[in-house]
């Protein structure tokens, strides 16, 4: 599985961003995903993640309330809906699959990662 995530970019704090992930690979239905972010002089952390089948989610608390995970395996795309978004969620954001639901907020669990998109939301 091949993973590329974009949308990224610059808003204003209070402000929307939809990033996406898009998938190669005629099996990622089979495929749990997961977000990640890594900010400025920060270690990479969850940020959510989806079971293969769209019906379970799962957020980091700074996420809850905030941002939304959906996918929509017709397009083989997840995607990331974050509002309201602070200066502290700033950061490169990865998506990353892995077959097991199984440890969804576990980075070290992830078998196949994308590269990051930047996301910067200014004050």
């Known amino acids: 599985v091949q993973l590329q995530a974009f949308g990224g970019g610059l808003v204003q704090a209070g402000g929307s961003l939809r990033l996406s992930c898009a998938a190669s690979?005629?099996?990622?239905?089979?495929?749990?995903v997961g977000w990640f972010r890594q900010g400025p002089g920060k270690e990479r952390e969850f940020v959510a993640a989806?079971?293969?089948?769209?019906?379970?989610?799962y957020y980091a608390d700074s996420a809850k309330g905030r941002f939304t995970v959906s996918r929509d395996n017709t397009k083989n795309t997840v995607y990331l809906q974050m509002n309201s978004l602070k200066p502290g969620d700033t950061a490169v954001y990865y998506c990353?699959?892995?077959?097991?639901?199984?440890?969804?907020?576990?980075?070290?669990?992830?078998?196949?990662w994308g590269k990051g998109t930047l996301v910067t939301v200014s004050s």
């Open positions: 990353a699959a892995k077959r097991s639901g199984v440890g969804v907020m576990v980075e070290n669990w992830y078998d196949y």
């Open positions: 989806i079971a293969w089948s769209g019906g379970r989610s």
């Open positions: 690979g005629r099996t990622f239905n089979e495929y749990t």
